[in-house]
């Protein structure tokens, strides 16, 4: 889907992301399905996001060396993406599938080896914490869907 459809208002942050009003941000690429970069519809959205901050964002995903903070005190995700939940760690986990080979449960590193993020993955939702230990009551930071198909 085009950025233009949407986002007319967006804001580019950096390395193809964009501001699409509070908390809500978009990930895109300059090219079409056929790879393409001469496209008049592009950038075209390859992600959504709800975020607790630009900088949870820039840290995430962008190689931002000043971390977020997991502190989500002032910035609450909409009820729609929390699944019956307060959108802590333990009650996130708990909605993940007991059965499949899928992995539901991830942590990501930067190139430099530092600890970014911990993933749960529910129904093509990502929920990412920043804690690297394991805090139950710990607060979503992020929440993506990727709109990318095979």
Not at 31 to 48: C, F, H, M
């Amino acid at each position: 889907m085009p950025l233009s459809k949407i986002g007319e208002n967006a804001e580019a942050i950096s390395g193809g992301f964009f501001s699409l009003g509070a908390n809500l941000y978009a990930s895109t690429r300059a090219y079409n399905k056929n790879l393409e970069r001469d496209d008049q519809l592009a950038p075209s959205i390859t992600g959504v996001y709800w975020a607790a901050s630009v900088a949870a964002i820039k840290w995430a995903y962008l190689d931002s060396d000043l971390p977020a903070t997991s502190d989500t005190s002032l910035a609450t995700p909409p009820q729609e993406l929390l699944l019956g939940t307060s959108g802590t760690y333990s009650e996130l986990l708990d909605q993940i599938p007991k059965s499949g080979n899928r992995i539901f449960e991830r942590a990501e590193y930067s190139k430099k080896g530092l600890f970014l993020f911990k993933e749960l993955n529910i129904d093509g939702f990502k929920y990412l914490f920043f804690e690297n230990k394991n805090k139950p009551k710990e607060r979503v930071s992020i929440i993506g869907f990727s709109l990318q198909t095979e």
